[in-house]
């Protein structure tokens, strides 16, 4: 990973989580973005009490030139006292009780392994072979630390778990020890243990893969909606939340901020030109239907017919107007070159930078993963249909089919100026506040979403949710 990164050596864990923060920054907004993004890497750590890597790598080193003989063992001793810092809480059941309600859920050997160790007595000793062994014995404390960089970097916005409870990525169960059904070692990791009080606490079992998702499942119970229910939110709102933590967005460029705009507000005037040009009308239209249900097919057309635009634009979301504008220059090129406003201002944009802001660029730059209808986490835009949620996996598949979040939080940022590599911190925000407000009346109520959306946009607007942090100032037009 290190040579893949283009560094010669080991790096101190300062410097990794600065790694896994960002870039080189090229400019003061990007380096007040990743110095913030990389505080919140290092307040995980600390919440979980990990041995530094540091630590790690140096009393390896030293145990090695110890069994070499060289003498070191003052020089290490402050080191190994660092690993018995932390100390399991007192348990509330007894071994007995444990036993008796929850057999089979309950495993702290691998936290045990880590208390009982002690270094400190093979440094004094000296003996060659202790010093040996002892080596291995920093092995589980090496994975808790590479598991919490995982945990740190993948961080779901709202995260309490992750900062309230100290033993939950030594809990992770990669093999299964800690659940009756075995089958689940090295899977898709689950949560395990939740409201269990004699369980040992909630924590993951399986392996690594998928996990943004499943941290964010396991975090989503701390984010508090606005309204008393949401039916739609167990397995939608993990999706939503990895969709604005997994991308990354130190490549975005100001020219692709305003071009999503751009699409955006293009789609949005073409609609409200339908209402009243009944010859743009079938070709707009014609466009919809590919991402829309029959009966909300019928509901744009009758709206359009009337010339009733306003309520057709307050039904749509960003995703659409994307792709509206986006299809009609394809489809219609000489159409579109008669019309002024977004569309005349997008044309030049384009021509001017015709590889940076090509749809394929723009939909890995602003789509989200899809690991359920397309096995992968690449980011890309679809447009498909929403698909209806009846609880379960159904649900993200609603949430997968949902591509308007990032393309408006975009849009937003352009509106107020703000340079793109504040999207890492804003998106994370928005995302949060726009969950806080979803209120879905049935299971198959995505339009909530949009008004979640659209709720969260205005008060970004009004200055009250997600501003720029202190010493982030607006990039120049």
Do not use: C
């Amino acid at each position: 990973l290190l040579r893949g990164a283009e560094k010669p050596s080991l790096l101190s864990q300062n410097e990794l989580i600065s790694m896994l923060a960002g870039p080189k920054p090229e400019s003061a907004e990007e380096d007040g973005v990743r110095q913030q993004l990389a505080a919140r890497m290092r307040s995980v750590m600390e919440a979980q009490r990990l041995v530094s890597l540091d630590t790690i790598l140096t009393l390896g080193s030293g145990l090695n030139e110890m069994a070499a003989g060289k003498k070191m063992a003052d020089a290490l001793m402050p080191l190994a006292e660092q690993l018995r810092e932390f100390e399991l809480p007192r348990p509330l059941f007894t071994s007995s009780e444990r036993l008796m309600w929850a057999a089979g859920m309950h495993s702290r050997r691998h936290a045990e392994e880590q208390i009982h160790t002690d270094l400190t007595k093979v440094l004094r000793s000296g003996s060659r072979k202790d010093l040996t062994e002892a080596r291995g014995k920093l092995a589980p404390f090496l994975r808790d630390t590479l598991v919490g960089l995982n945990y740190a970097y993948y961080e779901p916005p709202g995260a309490n778990v992750l900062h309230h409870n100290a033993l939950f990525v030594r809990s992770h169960d990669f093999s299964g020890d800690t659940t009756l059904d075995r089958e689940q070692s090295w899977r898709t990791p689950q949560i395990f243990g939740a409201g269990m009080s004699a369980g040992g606490g909630a924590h993951l079992v399986g392996s690594l893969a998928d996990l943004p998702y499943v941290l964010a499942s396991a975090e989503q119970d701390f984010l508090v909606p606005e309204n008393k229910q949401a039916l739609i939110w167990q397995e939608l709102v993990p999706t939503l939340m990895t969709d604005a933590v997994l991308p990354r967005w130190w490549g975005v460029t100001r020219n692709q901020l305003q071009a999503v705009t751009l699409y955006q507000q293009m789609g949005e005037e073409l609609l409200k030109a339908a209402a009243s040009d009944p010859k743009l009308r079938p070709q707009v239209t014609g466009i919809l239907v590919d991402g829309m249900i029959p009966r909300r097919e019928v509901e744009v057309e009758a709206a359009l017919e009337r010339g009733d635009s306003a309520t057709v634009l307050s039904q749509m979301m960003p995703s659409e107007m994307f792709y509206l504008a986006a299809e009609f220059r394809s489809r219609f090129p000489q159409e579109t070159a008669q019309l002024d406003g977004a569309a005349r201002e997008l044309d030049q944009l384009t021509r001017e930078h015709p590889q940076e802001l090509s749809m394929s660029t723009l939909s890995e730059r602003f789509g989200v993963p899809h690991p359920i209808l397309t096995q992968s986490y690449g980011q890309e835009l679809l447009n498909l249909k929403p698909l209806p949620a009846f609880m379960g996996y159904s649900s993200r598949l609603l949430a997968e089919t949902w591509d308007s979040n990032n393309l408006y939080w975009a849009r937003l940022a352009y509106e107020k100026n703000y340079p793109p590599a504040l999207l890492n911190t804003l998106i994370p925000q928005l995302t949060h506040r726009m969950v806080e407000k979803i209120f879905a009346t049935d299971f198959e109520d995505w339009p909530a979403l949009l008004r979640a959306l659209r709720e969260a946009g205005d008060e970004f607007r009004r200055g009250q949710v997600a501003q720029a942090p202190a010493g982030v100032t607006t990039a120049q037009q």
